[in-house]
């Protein structure tokens, strides 16, 4: 409130509910930035945020309590209970919305939504501007609207000590989870066996999924964003596991690439090693003070050395960089902001600049070398793809590696999977 100043409102709704199948619907998670500044789970529910007064009047909408639906979804809060649990100023049914919402933004000049995500709320905006108007001709007041999301994305990019002790909590979940995965994994069991570990896993400590897992064992692992994971597992591939779980509505994020039958062969460890150096350095650069985009330029020029070395690519280091070269084997960036949202929110750039590192940023790290079955390419290096990703904080010291709890060393995965 104190950034959008007295001439404005925040208006933000909650998520809608989704159908999966004619009657089914998914299950209901409440909009990451309405939950942030709420922690209210529940649908249909609205809130205002009304700078001035003392420090600002935090107003809320929701549904009222109704004992035949609580029969059967389940207990509701009603105003009553938001005014009670939810440190809210006022709140009434949402069927009040149409009269009162107008009323109370009529006086403010500038009006903070997040635009463009739910064609029927801009509609809604638009018809209370509208209805304000009305009441305020005399007053010669005009609204203007504006994206919350420019002010509140940044909010959300800082992370308190609380958020980061959550995502760590997430983060060794799914750090468990990835080491009971490797004593699974054996030749001839379908990757689906392999996802099967991680529902059981996250759901034993009250988290889920934060996004569809990967399980892609082979030349599965080459595609990025494999989530079939229908396929078996064969001795001598590798497999790729990308898979984390959130845990109150914070994520975790992390990837382990190993050999299904317990052992790397040699070209698999040349790839895996050359991955392994580049997202080690890369980790070093996430640093206060630094770009977002030193890590990456990092393990790009580490990665691009190693597969020089090996014969994948040729020609001088400096101009294969700058011609993209490696892309054909390392296609995506090393790092992307984690935190209610697994692509977590916040700006990359200021300005057209890489937005400088500092405390309470928290970003993944996850190089990554993704050989196919081309013709050119020798077959001893055929259908390899490799990914090590984990999560990494900003600090005054040294990086923060929230997932520092799974194994990565190749002899200490091949010594875990024995066990």
Known sequence: MRMIGEDAVAILPSAIISRRSRDVEYSYRQDSDFFYLT?????????????????????????????????????????????????????????????????????????????????????????????????????????????LSHLLHDMRLYKSKAEISEMRKAAKIAGNAHKKAMKKVRPNIYEYEVEAEFIYAFRKFNAEYSYNPIVGGGLNACVLHYIANNSLLNDGDLVLIDAGCELNYYASDITRTFPVNGKFSTEQLEIYNIVLEAQKAAIEQVKKGNHFNDPHDTAVRIITRGLKDIGLLKGRLDDLIMKNDYARFFMHRTGHWIGMDVHDVGDYKVEEEWRLLENGMVTTIEPGIYIGEDRDIPKKYRNIGIRIEDMVAVSNNSPDVLSKNIEKEPDLIELLMQQ
Not at 117 to 129: A, H
Not at 133 to 144: F, I, Q, Y
Request: some cysteine; aromatic content about 12%.
């Open 39 to 147: 922690s209210f789970e529940e649908p249909n529910s609205l809130a205002l945020f009304v700078p001035g007064r003392k420090d600002g009047e935090f107003i809320f909408f929701c549904e009222e309590r109704d004992p035949i639906k609580e029969k059967w979804d389940g207990p509701q809060s009603g105003p009553e209970g938001a005014m009670r649990d939810f440190d809210v100023d006022d709140a009434y049914p949402i069927g009040d919305i149409d009269e009162m919402l107008p009323e109370l933004i009529k006086e403010r000049k500038y009006i903070y939504y997040p635009m463009n995500i739910n064609k029927e709320f801009d509609l809604k905006i638009n018809y209370w501007m509208n209805l304000s108007s009305e009441k305020n001709v005399e007053r010669g007041v005009s609204h203007e609207t504006l994206a």
